[in-house]
């Protein structure tokens, strides 16, 4: 494969799956400077490897696996787990009124600190599933688990999400 062909593949197919990158980083490191920075990292190392190539299954896989790790490192490093996305960060959902947008976006709030608070597999597994929309097969090799794991994990992290949103909702803790 000339450079001009890697070129060409890393254009079109690595670069269109920077976002999913960052949402994962951001997930991890729930910091918008740093999950930016694993990005770049990322893509470097892919382009890195790129003699490795034509053996690649999914680049989606071997992308999310590298962002992942590096993401890691780094909160472990700084200790970004107990940051809080700031609102910049948060989508603004589509609805009709004031009201109406205002209990949206207390809800979606509430989800996202209930989602930071499970632990970093769980929060994981459901980010690789349930917002980038990845197979099971896919989020088992990026996780470097089984599939059973996988929906293992996923099962809990929304059972956990559901019963403390609901706890929250009844009750108003």
Known sequence: MTIEMQEKAFRNV??????KFYRLA???TLDSAEAEDIVQDTLIRIWEKRDEWPSVESFEALGLTICRNLAIDRSQRKEAQNVELIPEQMDAPQTSGPHEMAVANESME??????????????EVLQLRDIEGLPYREIAAVLHVTEDQV??????????????FKEIDDYGL
């Open 110 to 123: 509430l989800i996202r600190r209930l989602i930071d608070g499970l632990p970093p597999r769980q929060r």
């Open 151 to 164: 929906k293992i994990t996923l099962f809990r992290a929304r059972q956990a999400l559901r019963k403390q």
């Open 26 to 28: 951001l997930r991890i």
């Open 14 to 19: 690595i670069l269109p799956l920077k976002d």
